[in-house]
């Protein structure tokens, strides 16, 4: 071990001891009644001085149509409420998938079984209906990119259920 | 950070890059305004009983994931434990309602459901650190769910003998201290009035873990693991104005929870309801929750089998040690 190592070591052990005995000293000091009511008293002038300055830029806020702290506070307040109701609706969700036996696996593949033969029963008929001219154009387009859109809605919502069985299952 | 001039071939100890900090894999399963209820899956799975963690409300829970051979969630993970661990997050000001009350019953007890679902588990074995073991009591007396072990580290339950700054409770009990106000105005107690109070009752001076570094300012890994402590210590975060209030009121002040007098929505909070496997251990070193802060818990709780231990070390000592310490390996394997 180098000399330069030893001297560190030792100063190390010298400054740990001081910075002790200093600590204890200073905990000692500021366990006093007079820094006790010291601290109350700046307490109190520092609350006076963020009082005025939050009432002041209120005021401003209020002046100039800008929204607040409290403003935004309440907004995020709204956001954690929503936010809680829709946690209490997968708790619940996830309580009776796990719950109700009848609910299985199967039950929900033949869902999407019969969804995906209405979709494909409805897709049959648009395109059957095509031939009846210019005017009947739009509506199929629109009535076909809602089919689709409510087809992966319908697939989106049996894919979502059956992998938070599958969490629930193993 | 002012750039000195080093002299050549000096390292440079204190880099001003984000250190990275978490090393071990996770999921977030479930989240919740701030909170996430993160998911350590086992090395290899051989527990039965995964391990709910509840971190602090002062600091950073990363502290229980430091780094690679200093993280105590790695330690569970490799004994073939599933973890999940439930992080507060960071509040801010529209968290200032936040009581007590609010992270048990919507927080900590639907974490802890959530936990049962993934997991698929009979029961847990909840873990508290800190001020997340006073909210792992308060939960576990009040808990429908099943809760076969509860261990808490440094858990301050007792405030009858806080053995540092006496005046100042004394002050806060017969009025002559009054923060209400301040902390109202402010909403959360901010971070740095966290660190600023804790350090002065703690150790206001702290120049050794400077001249350790210094000794070893050639040892690479020393200096990274020196850094990522550093960045946990300095990483308080703003305390809910709500809750903080209670803590002073309810806990300091009337000591509540202790003496069974302690409501939380109009539940009452017994520890006679208790009933889990309980492990209460403190440290040597620990100036901040000192032994008679953490002992008394022991005889106020119904469970058959309940073990108390003092062990050598400081107030996170164990979290960052690596692994699990031998102790708790083997009050766990019988329990799990």
Known sequence: MSDKSMKLKDLTRLVANYEKDLNNFIKDKLNDNQVVALANTEMEKHLKKVRFLRRFSEIIAHQFNFPTRDDLANVSRLVMQLEDRLDHIEEMLIQTLGENGSIMEEDLQTIEGEANQQMNREEADLKAGEGEGEKNSLRNRVLETLSQLGKQAVKDSIQDALSQRGNLRG | ?336
């Open chain 2, 1 to 336: 950070m002012a750039d000195f001039p080093r002299k050549r071939g000096t390292p440079r100890i204190i880099e001003q890059s984000e250190i990275p900090v978490g090393p071990t894999p996770r999921k977030a399963i479930w989240r919740k305004n701030k909170a996430t209820l993160w998911y350590y899956p086992a090395a290899v799975k051989k527990k039965r009983t995964p391990m709910f963690l509840i971190y602090s409300l002062v600091n950073q829970a990363f502290i229980l994931d430091l780094a690679p051979g200093a993280s105590m969630i790695e330690g569970f993970t490799e004994q073939g434990y599933d973890v999940y661990l439930l992080d507060f997050g960071i509040p801010g000001y529209e968290d200032k309602n936040i009581s007590l009350a609010d992270y048990i019953f919507d927080y900590i007890q639907p974490g802890a459901r959530r936990a049962l679902w993934h997991s698929k588990a009979e029961d847990l074995t909840v873990i508290g650190y800190c001020l997340g073991g006073t909210l792992a009591v308060m939960y576990a007396a009040i808990a429908t769910e099943p809760i076969k072990n509860l261990i808490l580290f440094a858990a301050p339950i007792d405030f009858k003998n806080i053995p540092y700054m006496s005046n100042w409770h004394q002050a806060l009990r017969e009025g002559g201290l009054k923060p209400e106000g301040l902390i109202d105005e402010y909403g959360v107690v901010p971070a740095q009035a966290m660190e600023f109070g804790l350090r002065l009752m703690t150790a206001p001076i702290n120049v050794t873990p400077y001249l350790a570094l210094l000794g070893r300012m050639n040892d690479k890994k020393y200096i990274e693991k020196w850094r990522k402590f550093d960045k946990w210590v300095k990483g308080h975060v703003p305390f809910a104005g709500t809750a903080f209030k209670e803590l002073l009121h309810e806990m300091v002040v009337k000591n509540k929870l202790i003496k069974n007098k302690l409501y939380l929505r109009q539940k009452k909070v017994n520890l006679k309801d208790i009933k889990a496997n309980l492990l209460v251990v403190s440290t040597e070193g620990d100036d901040l929750i000192p032994e008679e802060m953490v002992k008394p818990l022991v005889k106020k709780v119904s469970s058959r089998d309940k073990t108390y231990l003092r062990v050598k070390g400081g107030h996170v000592t164990l979290a960052i040690r690596g692994g699990l310490p031998e102790f708790l390996t083997k009050w766990l394997d019988r329990r799990s």
